[in-house]
């Protein structure tokens, strides 16, 4: 075997230790890289995608392992099963042509396909087919459930919507037998708020004017917040509050939503259930972010909620927001101010966000003058906040030399990473002591059965049941000597991503401390990146009016 290195990988849809674990399938394609490829350990680099769908491969570990094997250090992929890389079809062939190109080859253990076998090849290309028909026929029973159940009445979401509360009720089946589930009903103090935000939007047509005045007369939302533009957009688009009449079934069906109840049945004593409104995705920090679906992707139904909103007023509040999509809500930061999303108001505790940002023709930050302003005091227009506003572009450069001064000259901070990098460390060493002892202690009764099996065959009938006693017991041993080798490799593989972890911030504290944030201010796509790295160690940066306090995180 060349020294090139094997690419592992293993993905669960749900975190369980039952059945194929991601322990269990890294265990497995480590044996068989070990055994059939001969091996060594050192080679062997594991990815692990934890409660990530195989619809698509958008999974974080597994794009870090397609963009590491790009660098042409690979020769192999390994995953236990060919569903753990995708039942996509379309995703599965466009991987195995571009590993071709690049000569990596892809080995799925439980089925034994290797792409450098011909054969394989084409069984594995069937095998995606059946496993993409797998997950729309998975899809389907989930809608068919779905239907089934909210036909009944359940609320079948997580949290109720503010407006309602979720209330739970017990209901006999045809066998007699007493179940309980959830309903929604109308929680009155908050549906006469729900009612509000939309009558006032319908009569202002900005999210923004409800925001300040909501802020400026101590308007709350059902956590105990302010309402802010995004919360209240929510809330606005959200279809269950509209009355599931003939107009809101014309209007959805318009949209191309997949209505599952018939037309008859949106008379207008119920609100609308919709789901498949959102899904999770990867963003470019290789991170889960929710983001909107298309309306062609919404499942609609009639629920058993009294809606609070007329269908005619919900539309027309759909029509508002559409034309006015760009002015409803807070363009986002973009790439300028460093310190947005650490830095809070010392006064109230809000964000304070970069304004009256100068920007080029092209609408990008050009370098020049911005002020970070408290958000709550923009929002209430001074009345609940008054603190100074900060001259941006001046105070990062101010913040990164105080952090730099502080990574160099605090000792505390300085005891308290290199403290924190002696345990890891330490608890990396103890882990290989452990699992030393324990399989070496494994390997003594193991012999210890051997060389009692030998002696049964020479045995009478009362030593064979002694030694037989003796193998059980010795079996026994053995089975919890495993499970607890076991818990200590799931422990070294958290030990080892924590080992990374640190690594990478000390990466980060070396580079800041030698001034290389200040150096790399080339352009202003530098500060996103300049951002995301204060972030690795920063958890706030606090203005009191007069000067700033930063708060690193608990490494």
Same mark, same amino acid.
Do not use: F, W
């Given at each position: 075997m060349n020294n090139l290195k094997i690419a592992i990988y293993a993905r669960k849809s749900v975190s369980t230790e039952k059945g194929e674990s991601i322990s269990n399938q890294i265990e497995t394609c480590k044996n068989y890289a070990k055994t059939v490829l001969n091996a060594d350990p050192s080679q062997l680099v594991v990815y692990q995608d934890d409660g990530f769908s195989g619809k698509n491969m958008a999974r974080p570990q597994f794009q870090k392992m397609? !963009? *590491? $094997?790009?660098l042409g250090e690979y020769s192999h992929i390994i995953c236990y099963r060919l569903d753990r890389i995708s039942r996509s079809v379309a995703d599965f062939s466009g991987l195995v042509k571009e590993l071709q190109n690049i000569n990596v080859h892809f080995i799925s253990v439980k089925e034994q396909f290797d792409t450098s076998s011909p054969t394989s090849k084409a069984m594995m290309y069937i095998s995606a087919v059946f496993a993409e028909m797998e997950r729309e026929t998975i899809r389907e029973r989930v809608i068919d459930n779905m239907t089934a159940l909210t036909a009944t009445g359940r609320f079948l979401g997580g949290k109720a919507p503010d407006g309602y509360i979720k209330e739970k009720v017990e209901v006999v089946d045809n066998t007699g037998k007493k179940k309980s589930h959830n309903i929604l009903t109308i929680n009155k103090d908050r549906a006469e708020q729900i009612q509000d935000i939309f009558q006032k939007y319908l009569d202002w047509q900005s999210i923004k004017k409800i925001e300040s005045y909501? !802020?400026? %007369? /101590?308007?709350? =939302?059902?956590? /105990? %917040?302010?309402? #802010?533009?995004?919360?209240? #957009?929510? $809330?606005?688009? =959200?279809?269950?509050?509209?009355t599931? *009449?003939?107009?809101?079934?014309n209007y959805f069906n318009e949209l191309g939503c997949k209505i599952m109840m018939p037309k008859e049945t949106f008379n207008g004593k119920y609100g609308i259930t919709a789901y498949m409104r959102h899904k999770m995705t990867i963003n470019k920090q290789n991170k889960k972010q929710v983001v909107d679906q298309p309306p062609n992707q919404w499942i609609i139904y009639v629920g058993y909620h009294k809606p609070l909103v007329s269908s005619s007023d919900y539309i027309k509040t759909q029509n508002i927001i559409n034309q006015r999509r760009s002015l409803s809500i807070r363009k986002p930061i973009g790439t300028h101010g460093i310190l947005s999303g650490m830095l809070r108001c010392g006064n109230c505790g809000d964000y304070m966000r970069p304004s009256n940002v100068a920007l080029d023709k092209n609408g990008a930050y050009n370098g020049k003058r911005f002020y970070y302003i408290c958000e709550n005091k923009s929002v209430s227009a001074r009345h609940n906040c008054n603190i100074k506003n900060i001259r941006g572009d001046k105070f990062d450069l101010e913040i990164i030399e105080k952090i730099e001064n502080l990574l160099n000259n605090d000792f505390e901070i300085i005891n308290n990473f290199n403290s924190?990098?002696?345990t890891k460390l330490k608890i990396n060493k103890d882990v290989e002591t452990t699992k030393r002892v324990l399989k070496a202690e494994i390997s003594k009764k193991q012999q210890a059965i051997s060389s009692l099996i030998l002696k049964l065959s020479s045995a009478d009938d009362t030593l064979q049941k002694y030694i037989s006693k003796q193998v059980n017991e010795l079996d026994n041993e053995i089975q919890t000597l495993n499970v607890k080798l076991k818990n200590i490799v799931d422990k070294e593989n958290i030990n080892i991503k924590e080992k990374i972890e640190l690594e990478r911030i000390n990466t980060v504290i070396n580079n800041i401390k030698n001034g290389g944030l200040r150096h790399e201010i080339k352009k202003p796509e *530098?500060?996103?990146v300049i951002r995301n790295t204060l972030k690795d160690i920063i958890s706030s940066v606090v203005w009191n009016g007069k000067e700033a306090t930063v708060n690193f995180k608990k490494l």
């Open positions: 397609l !963009s *590491d $094997i790009e909501y !802020s400026q %007369h /101590g308007v709350y =939302n059902h956590t /105990g %917040h302010q309402y #802010r533009c995004v919360s209240l #957009r929510r $809330i606005l688009t =959200n279809p269950c509050y509209c599931a *009449d003939e107009t809101a079934y924190l990098k002696k *530098d500060m996103l």
